[in-house]
């Protein structure tokens, strides 16, 4: 479900001018996606998210021209954090976050660039 549920919300999304899904895996305990999707000022938004059956691995990986903007996962570091595993990258630093999805981050993307314009 989380292959369909990615492709859909990435096809969809308004900022989102081109996706390229580069890995996928449909297994009966597991399902991965990986993908990129261009966006409207030209950064690309990096997706990785596993799913088991009680389990979820995540990564939204967002930057341009090869800078990180902003990175959120739930790799297991950074224990020191209020809501381990849950972080985010913010160029240098390292921050708490709550446990995040990729429309809470696609959301957080177009606030941004609205407020570029």
């Known amino acids: 479900m989380v292959v369909i549920r990615t ?3 990435l096809r969809n999304h308004s900022v989102v001018v ?5 890995k996928t895996l449909v297994e009966p305990e597991i399902e991965m996606i990986r993908a990129n999707a261009t966006l409207t000022d030209e950064s690309v938004l990096y997706v990785s998210e596993i799913m ?3 389990w979820r691995e995540y990564s939204y990986h967002w930057q341009k021209n090869g800078v990180l903007i902003r990175r959120w996962d739930n790799a297991p570091h950074h224990r020191n954090l209020s809501n381990f595993p849950h972080h985010v990258h913010d160029k240098n630093d390292v921050l708490p976050s709550d ?4 429309t809470d981050i696609l959301t957080f993307i177009e606030t941004q660039l609205k407020k570029q314009q």
């Not at 081109?18 to 580069?22: K, Y």
């Not at 446990?99 to 990729?102: E, P, Q």
């Open 52 to 54: 088991g059956e009680d």
């Open 7 to 9: 492709i859909t919300i």
């Open 18 to 22: 081109d996706l390229n899904i580069t």
């Open 99 to 102: 446990d995040v999805n990729l």
